[in-house]
């Protein structure tokens, strides 16, 4: 029996509405397998999450535009993929900690 792990794990928005947090980076917390959220003192600081074993934060990109975690409403995520290893390389240099994709709502509908 081999155990095969993957290079991008995804999320959906509704799966994440229905989990009652603060912020996004604790409402990504045990949603996606090698992703981390780091907390200190009981509470969830924004934009501390690692994936896997890395101890940088990953690339973040929101619509396509870099950003961070702490602009975002969880409930305006229509999806998260996160990209590890391999599946990272095609952002370059600045994605050797890994990519976190977030598409929301809005991004879907305007042209």
């Known amino acids: 029996k081999k155990n095969l792990t993957t290079s991008i794990g995804t999320v ?18 045990g949603q996606v397998p090698g992703l981390r959220v780091l907390e200190r003192n009981g509470q969830v600081n ?3 999450i690692y994936i896997r074993n890395f101890n940088s934060p990953p690339l973040i990109l929101v619509d396509g535009i870099e950003s961070t975690l702490d602009e975002i409403d969880p409930n305006d995520i229509q999806s998260v993929s996160v990209l590890k290893d391999a599946a990272a390389a095609i952002y ?3 994605a050797g900690n890994g ?12 042209k």
Not at 12 to 29: A, C, D, F, V
């Open 12 to 29: 959906s928005g509704e799966r994440l509405t229905k989990i009652p947090t603060h912020n996004t980076s604790e409402t990504l917390s």
């Open 46 to 48: 924004l934009s501390e």
């Open 92 to 94: 370059g240099s600045r």
């Open 99 to 110: 990519v976190v994709i977030i598409k929301t709502k809005r991004g879907k509908n305007s």
